[in-house]
């Protein structure tokens, strides 16, 4: 009988002790709690993290990120548009090469500017993403560790006594 008094009453203060704000990022947005925040509102989140503002860092970390983003969508569309435009200059100068070559007559100017300019534009969309993929990633990561720093600024460093699911199975869990 006390066994059974004690798995309750552990269980009841387990379950009664108060939850922490856990704060996500994903893709430059910060949810807490599973609610979204506005750039605002997040930024007044890292205002105060361990002593330290980091709205600063948080904003200019978010702004890294979206132009790393823009970079890689702008670099594959004028990638694609590149090849586009080089594919097609390329089949205009097969299509009209087989009978400018039984007359004898020169290749119109449009086709190797067709070509040239798709090469142009997949040179520089090919550059525009060897740019964006490392900064998205370099302050996607930052932005990771600073809702991890906050995360782990937010939590007690107390001993909990849990009741419930365990990775062992059911049971108490003892975590500090």
């Known amino acids: 009988m006390r066994r059974i008094l004690f ?12 939850a922490q704000t856990h704060v996500e990022i994903k893709r430059a947005r910060v949810f807490q709690d599973g609610q979204k925040l506005t750039k605002d509102q997040a930024a007044a989140l890292f205002s105060d993290v361990n002593g330290m503002d ?33 594919g097609g200059g390329a089949v205009s100068a097969v299509i009209l090469g087989i009978p400018m070559a039984l ?23 090919a550059a525009a993403l060897v740019a964006g993929v490392p900064t998205l990633c370099v302050y996607k990561s930052r932005l990771k560790n600073m809702g991890e720093e906050y995360n782990c600024a937010r939590t007690s460093n107390d001993v909990q006594l849990t009741f419930g699911p365990q990775n062992g199975g059911l049971g108490f869990a003892l975590n500090f």
């Open 103 to 125: 007359t004898g007559d020169d290749m119109p100017k449009g086709v190797d500017i067709a070509i040239s300019a798709g090469c142009g534009a997949m040179i520089a969309g």
């Open 7 to 18: 798995f309750v009453l552990m269980s009841v203060i387990s379950f009664s002790l108060p």
């Open 54 to 86: 980091m709205s600063g860092d948080y904003l200019k970390n978010r702004s890294g990120y979206r132009t790393g983003l823009g970079l890689i969508i702008g670099g594959s569309s004028l990638l694609s548009a590149g090849a586009l435009i080089m």
